[in-house]
Nanobody
Framework: QVELMESGGGSVQAGGSVRLSCDAS????????MGWFRQVPGKEREGLAA???????RYTDSVKGRSTISLDTAKKIMYLQIESLKPEDTAMYYC????????????????????????WGRGTQVSVSS
């Protein structure tokens, strides 16, 4: 069983920033896709950003333009820096890894199936106050 560990969440003032980390060092495949998601109770999981083992990033409109996803391929640690935080960014943030770069996407009809086949962390809470 692969364990992913998110960290970096906490309480932040609106307008501030957060840097989330996802440790996937126990994942042994060389080709993979990793992603960041968030979920608020009662709402569907929302994809934010993804990056593959070639370090090609993808973003959804939720955080595009104010976030940066990066990957330390040697350590298999993924980061997500989000700037200009808003109260509506308050959520539990999760990371996931899937063992292929093919289909590495956050949107479209196959995205949910793609990520449901991956390994997930337990999440880190980000709370943004106004």
């Amino acid at each position: 069983q692969v364990e992913l560990m998110e960290s970096g969440g906490g309480s932040v003032q609106a307008g501030g920033s957060v840097r989330l980390s996802c440790d996937a060092s126990k994942y042994t495949r060389s080709f993979y896709c990793m992603g960041w998601f968030r979920q608020v109770p009662g709402k569907e999981r929302e994809g934010l950003a993804a990056i593959d083992s070639d370090s090609s990033p993808r973003y959804t409109d939720s955080v595009k333009g104010r976030s940066t996803i990066s990957l330390d391929t040697a350590k298999k640690i993924m980061y997500l820096q989000i700037e200009s935080l808003k109260p509506e960014d308050t959520a539990m943030y999760y990371c996931a890894v899937v063992g292929t770069r093919v289909g590495c996407s956050l949107e479209g009809p196959r995205a949910r199936v793609f990520w449901n086949n991956g390994y997930w962390g337990r999440g880190t809470q980000v709370s943004v106050s106004s």
